[in-house]
């Protein structure tokens, strides 16, 4: 059944391994090769989408870095202002809310404590609509919404999420191509493509999963480890981040790469593994002098990028390949290798993957 681990050894690695088939439900009867369907998110979202002149998203955890994706996502591609914030923070300020600003909270469980207050704060601030992405049918946050998306990922168990936060990342790419629909704008042929062939590269970076659990031994021993992205893979960075700190308790910070020699540089040296998200976008040559800066100081970088940007292992470089992703998708398709690091990391130190210590997997009190 749905709550049994199966083949493998935690449900974390079931649930990683389910993200293929997870996508693709999430997917399921909700766009075609040339359209996205409006309606997917109710009858009311087309007039509310076409009156969104700005969206705030509200979320905890891994549900908040969901978030920071889709706002890279609905600027580019919607052409839509986005605020991000953590529920904990949002709901004990006094926003500002512009006519015409959309409503979003993220969650798994749709029970979290300090995302629930902030739908019912936000119901009083004079929204268009508000809406939530989640993965549990008939939560608190699904019925107090006007308008709600499921992300079909199924019983998630693992305490650490992971086909949770790639689903909610269907979600916002629906909603960025919704948006962007209900506004009158041209649909985005390529994106749609991509969404579809998803769920077969992800099944081929699930395939390198023997190399990353090799990779993953030059981290049981380390006590910090750093994580570098650009533009929409900062916020992958900081997921690979928490995903280490929480099961394997190892140290983990994620930086916008720009902002290395703002500090964390000063951290670097031969201790210190940095971790680097490197698709083929237009931050590539960026981000690769930022990784001269590191191999200047002596750090160990293991690099997750594109074939085609011709980084190569060297002494102090590992490089993991992954396949060409149209520039949209590769946040997603980027996920799963850290997620798979991270699980491996633990394991190799024997912590409780599932139920790491004093972490609980909805946390319905403040
Ligand atoms: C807890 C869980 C996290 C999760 C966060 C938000 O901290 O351990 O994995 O991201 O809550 O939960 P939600 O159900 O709102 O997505």
Redesign the pocket.
Known sequence: GAASKGEYRHYMLKEIFEQPKVIEAALEGRMSASSVLVESFGPDAQALFQKTRQVHII?????YHAGLVARYWLERYAGVPVQVEVASEYRYRHPVVPEGTLFVT???????AD?LAALRFAKTLGYVGTLAICNVPGSSLVRESDMSLMTRAGPEIG???TK?FTTQLIALLLLTLSVSKAKGQPEQPEILAGLQALPSLCQQVLGLDAQIEALSQAFAEKHHALFLGRGAHYPIALEGALKLKEISYIHAEAYPAGELKHGPLALVDSEMPVISVAPNDELLEKLKSNLQEVRARGGQLFVFADRKVGISAQEDIRVLELPEVHEALAPLLYTLPLQLLSYHVAVLKGTDVDQPRN?????TVE
């Open positions: 979320a905890c955890g891994t549900s993220l969650s798994q469980s749709g029970e979290t995302t305490v650490a999420s949770a972490l609980a997997k909805s946390v």
